[in-house]
């Protein structure tokens, strides 16, 4: 059974970090490019970043590029997103999926606020 669990969200103020992870199981993690997307109160999820199976290749939204970094653990099957200068408008529910598979965890809640 495919399964992601998302963690590290927060309240953090605007300007500030934070570093999202992801663990995955139940599919071989290595094969597989991987992805975070976001959902914010209102508006459709939407894809923020990929990474290729081997780490050598990474995608970014145009709204995240500069601020938001990706990385891979294949030993320990997890993912990451390293999250800079956060704004307001990145408050969402982020969540991590393998590319070309269909479940998605439960996400963690990230809010950008004073």
């Known amino acids: 059974q495919v399964q992601f669990v998302e963690s590290g969200g927060g309240l953090v103020q605007p300007g500030g970090s934070l570093r999202l992870s992801c663990a995955a199981s139940?599919?071989?993690?290595?094969?597989?490019?991987m992805s975070w997307y976001r959902q914010a109160p209102g508006k459709e999820r939407e894809f923020i970043a990929r990474i290729d199976s081997t780490g050598g290749s990474r995608n970014y939204a145009d709204s995240v590029k500069g601020r938001f970094t990706i990385s891979r653990d294949n030993a320990k099957n997890t993912v990451s997103l390293q999250m800079n200068s956060l704004k307001p408008e990145d408050t969402a529910v982020y969540y991590c999926?393998?590319?070309?598979?269909?479940?998605w965890g439960q996400g963690t809640q990230v809010t950008v606020s004073s």
């Open positions: 139940g599919f071989t993690f290595s094969s597989y490019a």
């Open positions: 999926k393998a590319w070309g598979l269909v479940s």
